[in-house]
């Protein structure tokens, strides 16, 4: 459901922006993948480390959708690091047995 996608999203970046990792955490499994400036972190101890090191601020300004049957989104996320560097992150999201969206892979890019 787009609905469901978009709130995650809004969630994933708040949570970002508070480092409070904790909650983003649930939505990480030992195989999820993160690319970061085409830096490979793989599992979720890796990608929390990451993202813990990380001292940006996300601000998307623009959110595109791909519904892919009903167990997978492609989203699009663009927008600005600290105010002023642009960004594009691709977060392919699956959704699993407990009927909640995890993050299967992102890949981070300043562009």
Request: hydrophobic letters at 40%; aromatic letters at 12%.
């Amino acid at each position: 459901n787009e609905s469901i996608v978009e709130t995650f999203v809004g969630f994933y970046y708040a949570q970002l922006n508070k480092k409070t990792l904790e909650h983003v955490a649930p939505h990480l499994k030992e195989f999820s993948v993160y690319v970061r400036d085409d830096v490979k972190f793989q599992g979720k101890d890796r990608i929390l480390n990451a993202l813990r090191s990380s001292d940006v601020l996300f601000e998307p300004k623009k959110v595109n959708i791909l519904i892919n049957g009903e167990r997978r989104a492609n989203v699009v996320v663009s927008g600005l690091l600290n105010g002023r560097y642009p960004f594009c992150e691709y977060i392919h999201m699956a959704y699993g047995n407990d009927k909640t969206y995890w993050v299967h892979s992102s890949i981070l890019q300043m562009v």
